[in-house]
């Protein structure tokens, strides 16, 4: 019957507290949410300024005529489509930002409903037990408190595990990015030594898809950081978490302001070659607290089947 009921009330405690742990995810994301949004609305008043800008250097104007007529037309319209250009990549990933954060609400929602009415399973395992408590009050005691610290490890154990999943996926679409700039400098080196339109064209061409990639990366990035803000009781991060939040406007900001120039696609590798070594050092001491976590879960079971086995 004790033992029923301990497993019982483990059973419902990991539930509590992953719905405890998804409430948190739910109530940061919306918060997240709202500054994205605002953030949105900014960039988007930023964009029609810039594409008004290019429309009148473009349109046949008093402002165009002067260009013309003193020689820099070509270059005040290169500058103008390059700002336009920045714009409109920082106001995609943050509106493609959004759109993945509606649909992760939307699921964690979903699962908090779906997790039925924890709390009163709870209290009425809690009352069993206290109707047992009575026979062997010592043991039941000891019980709980083995119990309930088995449930916390193995909860803590599960935000390692997310925050650990979300930091490689991360990493592994950051390689991505990596490889096509490497491709693309190797293109752009190539340009420079009079490579042609098929060199200049190929380089172009990995530069799109570095930034069609990076919408994907910050996606991430966004996940990686709420699971460790998640985790921030439990571990302190030597880290300045909130840079990720902000990673890919650094990284549009290098490679936007002149394309063209191979520097610039130096500088956007490095940028992401720094990420993924702060990254990856996260990674290392997530596994390793993992590894611990496991260790100490471990014993409690030990501990636990020890005590059951002599009381029998």
Do not use: P
């Amino acid at each position: 019957m004790l033992r029923q009921l301990n497993d019982d009330l483990a059973e419902i405690k990991k539930k509590l507290l992953e719905r405890d742990r998804m409430k948190r995810l739910l109530e940061k994301s919306l918060e997240e949410l709202a500054v994205l949004m605002e953030k949105r609305e900014l960039l988007y008043k930023d964009l029609e300024k810039e594409k008004k800008d290019l429309d009148r250097i473009e349109s046949l104007s008093l402002t165009n005529l002067i260009h013309s007529l003193i020689g820099d037309k070509k270059e005040c319209v290169e500058k103008e489509r390059r700002e336009f250009l920045a714009q409109k990549l920082k106001y995609d990933e943050v509106d493609h930002g959004i759109a993945n954060l509606n649909i992760y609400i939307f699921e964690l929602e979903n699962q908090i409903q779906n997790m039925g009415h924890l709390d009163m399973d709870y209290k009425k395992i809690i009352n069993q037990k206290l109707e047992f408590l009575k026979k062997n009050e010592h043991f039941a005691l000891k019980l709980i408190e083995i119990t309930e610290e088995k449930s916390r490890l193995e909860n803590f154990i599960r935000e390692l595990e997310e925050a650990e999943a979300a930091g490689s996926e991360a990493v592994r679409l950051l390689y991505s990015v990596e490889e096509t700039l490497q491709a693309a400098k190797g293109w752009g080196t190539c340009d420079i030594l009079g490579g042609g339109l098929i060199a200049t064209m190929a380089k172009h061409s990995r530069i799109d898809d570095a930034r069609a990639q990076m919408n994907a990366v910050q996606s991430m990035l966004r996940r990686f950081q709420r699971e460790l803000t998640d985790i921030g009781d439990y571990m302190d991060f030597n880290i300045e978490i909130g840079s990720f939040a902000t990673f890919a406007d650094y990284f549009f900001d290098g490679l936007i302001s002149d394309f063209v120039v191979q520097q610039k696609i130096g500088e956007s590798l490095e940028t992401v070659q720094e990420m993924l070594t702060r990254i990856e050092g996260v990674i290392n001491r997530l596994r390793q607290e993992l590894s611990e976590t496991r260790k100490k879960l471990w014993d409690k079971e030990k501990e636990k089947n020890k005590m059951i086995e002599e009381a029998l």
